[in-house]
Antibody, heavy 120, light 107 residues
């Protein structure tokens, strides 16, 4: 059974960088066959795709966030990470990591999510 | 980007009843690349349907998806108590992938 677990600070100051890591178990990122994705959900609202990465390092970012986002992968630790720069209160959200079968971009397994609050 | 509009915003039904949830796209969704997710409070979304009508493994057959082009429907044939949740549609045929705003299914 594939499991994903987000980790990282729950509080980030405005203008700083939000950094989160997703640890994958039950599957190997290196095996290919999947993209590894970040999605966020603002409090009480819908879902927003942030971007995804392939094990080889190829990435796709939502154009609305592209200038501030970097997603990276560490296959030796079976982890992938999100960095979101220059955050504001509008970046307060629950951040999810998820798995995406290649050839499609629906999300078949999700982490439980982690709330990140941007506040001084 | 493709905007997905879900209706109704809230649907009030009772266990045993049939639920019909709508997802309308601002432009045609290529290859019926439309998915449905269920989200319960405090939980991550769970994939129900992909490719507009294919059920994910382990999803009961009371859940069914249909539609093409710009109009898609999620039907729950006989509501069980555990089905009351928020449902989101997602299109993944065009970049960026986008989600609808959700339909809350309440008792």
């Amino acid at each position: 059974q594939v499991q994903l677990q987000e980790s990282g600070p729950g509080l980030v100051k405005p203008s700083q960088t939000l950094s989160l890591t997703c640890t994958v178990s039950g599957d190997s990122i290196r095996s290919g066959g999947y993209y590894w994705s970040w999605i966020r959900q603002h409090p009480g609202e819908g879902l927003e795709w942030i971007g995804y990465i392939y094990y080889s390092g190829g990435t796709y970012y939502n154009p609305s966030l592209r200038s501030r986002v970097t997603i990276s992968v560490d296959t030796s630790k079976n982890q992938f990470s999100l960095k979101l720069r220059s955050v504001t209160a509008a970046d307060t959200a629950v951040y999810y990591c998820a798995r995406v079968p290649t050839g499609t971009t629906f999300l078949d397994y999700w982490g439980q999510g982690t709330l990140v609050t941007v506040s001084s | 980007e493709i905007v997905l509009t879900q209706s109704p915003g809230t649907l009030s039904l009772s266990p045993g009843e049939r639920a019909t949830l709508s997802c309308r796209a601002s432009q045609s969704v290529s290859s019926s690349y439309l998915a449905w997710y269920q989200q319960k409070p405090g939980q991550a979304p769970r994939l129900l349907i992909y490719g507009a009508s294919s059920r994910t493994s382990g999803i009961p057959d009371r859940f069914s998806g249909s539609g093409s082009g710009t109009d898609f429907t999620l039907t729950i044939s006989r509501l069980e108590p555990e089905d009351f949740a928020v449902y989101y549609c997602q299109q993944y045929g065009s970049s960026p992938q986008t989600f609808g705003q959700g339909t809350k299914l309440e008792i």
